[in-house]
C-alpha cells in the first residue's frame, strides 16, 4: 500500500495548517515553513506560531470542555474514544508515511510507530476498564456510614511532545490523559507539524466534546503553554534541561501541579566476558545507529570485556561500513537523515572532539555528494576517550557509539551508573551470575539481556513500562505500563453518613 501511496502523497505535501482550538483551525500567530530532512527542498506544509491570545484561548477551550469531559461518566469517555481509535488506525498508513518525510525514518520504522500509536490508545483504554474507573469502597468507621476512594482527573493538561516519535509518543501521553478524564492542549514539536496536526484532526473529531482537544504548533508556545494558570498539569517528552525548566516553573507556581516527564538516557550496554561478541555488536549496533541515535533508548556507550573487545569493535565497523543512507521511499535504505542542521553541528563537534582527546575509527561528518540537500551524517564509533570525559555522560540525541574496555563487570557498571541518567541499560551474557549482577545493580528504568534486535531498545505498552530513574523521570513510574494512567488523576475520598 505504501509503495502505491507514497508517490501521490509526497506531491500533496506543501498546504497550510493552522492550530487546533475547539475544534476548529486557528490561525491566529505568526506562520512559518517546515521542510523535510531528507531534502530541504521539499516543503512538508505552512504552520502557524500561535500568538499569546491563541493559547490562552486554546486553555480556556479545553477548561470549558472539562465540564462536560471529565463528568462524563467513563464508560462514555472510552466508548467515544474507541471510535477515535477507528479513526487512528484507519489512518495509520497516512500516518506513516508523514513520518517517513518528517523525520526520515524507514517504512518499517514509521509503520512499527504509527501501529504502537494504535496500541497505546488501546492499552490505556483497557487500563481504565479493568480498574473500573479507579473506584474503590473503603472500610465504614461508624454504622450507617459508607466510604470510597475516586481517583478524578485533574482538569485541564498541557502535553509537549518530542520530534522523535511524532506520533506513538503524543499519542501515549494524549491517550491516558483523555481516558482518566482530562482535556488536553498539545505543543508539537516544530519539526513536527505535520505529523501533530494530522493527529489533531482525529483528535478533535465529532465523538471528543468540541474543545476536549486542542494542538499547537511552533517553538515559543511551548514555555508559554506551561505559563498558563489553566494548565492544571504537564506531561512532557524531551530532554533533561527542557523537563527540569518546566519542573522548576511549575514549582515556583502558588502550589503545585503534576509534572509527567521522560528525559532521555546515556543507556550504556555491557558485554559481558560470557557474551557471543558477534550477537552483542549485532544487537548494539542496531541501537546505536538505527534512525541515527535519535531514540532516548539508543545505546551511546558499549562497556566491553577486553577479551571481546577487538572482536567486537570489528564487527561493529563491519556493521556501520554496511549501512545505506538515502530517502526512506528506496526499500534498500537502511538510515535517513538527522532531524535539523543544529543536529548535524551538535554531532560534528562532539565527533571533532572525540578525535582530538581520543580515537575515532569512523564517521563523525556530513554526507556529501547526491545526499548534501539533507542533514545526512556516517555514524561516528569512538575509542580510547578519557574516563572523566563528558561523552560518557552527555546525551547527542545522535549516531555516536562510545566503545570501552573494562576487566571487571561492576567496575563497568558502577562507570555506567555514574552518569545522571537511568532510563535504559543493556546486557549481553550467558553467566547466571553476571546476568543477575546486571538486573541487581543496573541504575535505569528498563532493562534489557541479550536482545541482539536493539540492546536497549523495543518498549511496547502493555509488555515494557518505560520509567526513568534519576534524571531520566521524575515520578518514577512508567509509561506504557500499569502505573503511568493514575498520574493523570487525583484521589478524592468520599464519606457519606443518614443519607438514605
Known amino acids: 500500500m505504501l509503495d502505491r501511496e507514497l508517490p501521490g502523497f509526497r506531491a500533496g505535501l506543501g498546504r497550510s495548517w493552522g492550530n487546533f482550538i475547539a475544534g476548529r483551525q486557528d490561525q491566529d500567530g505568526t506562520a512559518y515553513i517546515s521542510r523535510s530532512p531528507i531534502n530541504t527542498e521539499i516543503v512538508l506544509g505552512t504552520f502557524i506560531e500561535p500568538s499569546t491570545a491563541a493559547i490562552t484561548r486554546a486553555v480556556a477551550a479545553a477548561r470549558g470542555a472539562s465540564e462536560i469531559w471529565g463528568k462524563m461518566p467513563w464508560q462514555e469517555r472510552l466508548k467515544r474514544l474507541a471510535e477515535v481509535r477507528e479513526m487512528l488506525n484507519g489512518r495509520k498508513y497516512e500516518l506513516a508515511m508523514a513520518v517517513m518525510h518528517e523525520t526520515g525514518k524507514t517504512r518499517v520504522e514509521a509503520l512499527a510507530e504509527t501501529e504502537e500509536a494504535v496500541a497505546l490508545l488501546d492499552y490505556y483504554c483497557d487500563q481504565m476498564q479493568r480498574h473500573e474507573g479507579f473506584v474503590e469502597p473503603s472500610n465504614s468507621a461508624m454504622p450507617g456510614e459508607t466510604s470510597q476512594t475516586f481517583l478524578r482527573p485533574f482538569g485541564t493538561f498541557g502535553i509537549i511532545c518530542p520530534f522523535n516519535y511524532p506520533v506513538a509518543l503524543p499519542v501515549g501521553m494524549i491517550a491516558p490523559a483523555l481516558a482518566a478524564g482530562n482535556t488536553v492542549v498539545a505543543k508539537w514539536s516544530p519539526a513536527a507539524?505535520?505529523?501533530?496536526?494530522?493527529?489533531?484532526?482525529?483528535?478533535?473529531?465529532?465523538?471528543?466534546?468540541?474543545?476536549?482537544?486542542?494542538?499547537?504548533?511552533?517553538?515559543?508556545?511551548?514555555?508559554?503553554?506551561?505559563?498558563?494558570?489553566?494548565?492544571?498539569?504537564?506531561?512532557?517528552?524531551?530532554?533533561?534541561?527542557?523537563?527540569?525548566?518546566?519542573?522548576?516553573?511549575?514549582?515556583?507556581?502558588?502550589?503545585?501541579?503534576?509534572?509527567?516527564?521522560?528525559?532521555?538516557?546515556?543507556?550504556?550496554?555491557?558485554?559481558?566476558?560470557?557474551?557471543?561478541?558477534?550477537?552483542?555488536?549485532?544487537?548494539?549496533?542496531?541501537?546505536?545507529?538505527?534512525?541515527?541515535?535519535?531514540?532516548?533508548?539508543?545505546?551511546?556507550?558499549?562497556?566491553?570485556?577486553?577479551?571481546?573487545?577487538?572482536?567486537?569493535?570489528?564487527?561493529?565497523?563491519?556493521?556501520?561500513?554496511?549501512?545505506?543512507?538515502?530517502?526512506?521511499?528506496?526499500?534498500?535504505?537502511?538510515?535517513?537523515?538527522?532531524?535539523?542542521?543544529?543536529?548535524?553541528?551538535?554531532?560534528?563537534?562532539?565527533?571533532?572532539?572525540?578525535?582530538?582527546?581520543?580515537?575515532?575509527?569512523?564517521?563523525?561528518?556530513?554526507?556529501?555528494?547526491?545526499?548534501?540537500?539533507?542533514?545526512?551524517?556516517?555514524?561516528?564509533?569512538?575509542?580510547?576517550?578519557?574516563?572523566?570525559?563528558?561523552?560518557?555522560?552527555?546525551?547527542?540525541?545522535?549516531?555516536?557509539?562510545?566503545?570501552?574496555?573494562?576487566?571487571?563487570?561492576?567496575?563497568?557498571?558502577?562507570?555506567?551508573?555514574?552518569?545522571?541518567?537511568?532510563?535504559?541499560?543493556?546486557?549481553?551474557?550467558?553467566?547466571?551470575?553476571?546476568?543477575?549482577?546486571?538486573?541487581?545493580?543496573?541504575q535505569a528504568g528498563v532493562l534489557y539481556a541479550n536482545r541482539r534486535n536493539g540492546a536497549t531498545n523495543g518498549a511496547w505498552p502493555g509488555i515494557q513500562s518505560f520509567a526513568g530513574w534519576k534524571g531520566s523521570g521524575l515520578t518514577g513510574k512508567g509509561a506504557l505500563g500499569p502505573h503511568y494512567l493514575p498520574q493523570f488523576m487525583r484521589e478524592q475520598s468520599r464519606t457519606i453518613s443518614g443519607f438514605n
Open 193 to 442: 507539524g505535520l505529523t501533530g496536526s494530522m493527529l489533531a484532526e482525529i483528535f478533535s473529531a465529532d465523538p471528543l466534546p468540541a474543545g476536549t482537544f486542542n494542538s499547537l504548533c511552533g517553538t515559543s508556545s511551548g514555555p508559554r503553554l506551561v505559563e498558563e494558570p489553566g494548565v492544571d498539569g504537564i506531561a512532557f517528552t524531551g530532554s533533561h534541561s527542557t523537563g527540569m525548566a518546566i519542573l522548576r516553573k511549575i514549582a515556583s507556581g502558588p502550589f503545585m501541579r503534576p509534572v509527567l516527564a521522560e528525559m532521555g538516557g546515556k543507556n550504556p550496554t555491557y558485554v559481558a566476558q560470557s557474551a557471543d561478541p558477534l550477537i552483542a555488536a549485532e544487537g548494539i549496533a542496531k541501537s546505536a545507529f538505527n534512525f541515527q541515535g535519535q531514540k532516548c533508548t539508543a545505546t551511546s556507550v558499549a562497556f566491553v570485556h577486553e577479551s571481546h573487545y577487538d572482536t567486537f569493535v570489528t564487527e561493529v565497523l563491519r556493521r556501520v561500513e554496511a549501512l545505506k543512507f538515502g530517502d526512506s521511499i528506496d526499500r534498500s535504505v537502511t538510515n535517513g537523515p538527522l532531524i535539523n542542521e543544529v543536529a548535524v553541528r551538535r554531532f560534528e563537534e562532539a565527533a571533532a572532539h572525540a578525535a582530538e582527546v581520543g580515537t575515532l575509527l569512523c564517521g563523525g561528518t556530513r554526507i556529501q555528494g547526491e545526499l548534501s540537500a539533507g542533514h545526512f551524517v556516517r555514524p561516528a564509533v569512538v575509542t580510547n576517550l578519557p574516563e572523566d570525559d563528558l561523552l560518557f555522560k552527555t546525551e547527542l540525541f545522535a549516531p555516536l557509539l562510545i566503545v570501552a574496555p573494562f576487566i571487571s563487570l561492576s567496575e563497568a557498571i558502577d562507570r555506567g551508573n555514574s552518569v545522571n541518567m537511568g532510563l535504559a541499560a543493556g546486557f549481553f551474557g550467558n553467566d547466571e551470575a553476571e546476568l543477575v549482577e546486571f538486573l541487581n545493580r543496573a
